[in-house]
């Protein structure tokens, strides 16, 4: 991409993400599959559990690697997990103990989640310098 952008989600895989009107989702062609697998592999076991994690709330894997990916930020990732709470809301009202305690839950649940996967993917390295007198 021009100036250096990162790429979108989809490309940086390299894979084709399609769409559904059905209730059993779209076809995922076996390459899209391998590498899904193949990039979910090169997690330890604690950051696969807040994967998971982070997918259950948002209920979306194209939206936790968005996250995990530091494409999306918290705010975003949780907005479009809500596409249609927040049309219902626009259309008939909010309902603000309700409706904005849900949406600063569920914002406290995937940043948590994240950051659980970013400190278990981290890896650090300690030298010790000897000292010559």
């Not at 490309?11 to 769409?19: A, M, P, Q, T, V």
């Not at 989640?113 to 010790?128: I, N, Q, R, W």
Request: hydrophobic share 40%; glycine share 6%.
């Amino acid at each position: 991409m021009p100036g250096g952008m990162p790429k979108p989600f989809p490309f940086r895989y390299g894979i084709e993400i399609g769409s559904s009107t059905s209730i059993m989702g779209p076809s995922m062609p076996a390459r899209t599959r391998e590498v899904l697998i193949s990039h979910l592999a090169s997690y330890n076991m604690w950051a696969l559990q807040g994967i998971e994690f982070v997918v259950t709330q948002l209920k979306s894997m194209v939206l936790t690697l968005g996250l995990i990916d530091l494409r999306l930020t918290v705010e975003q990732a949780v907005l479009l997990s809500r596409l249609e709470e927040e049309y219902q809301i626009q259309k008939w009202g909010n309902v603000e103990w309700a409706h904005d305690y849900e949406l600063q839950e569920l914002r406290a649940r995937t940043a948590a989640g994240a950051l659980f996967v970013h400190l278990c993917s981290e890896s650090t390295t300690v030298k010790h310098k000897l000292l010559q007198e």
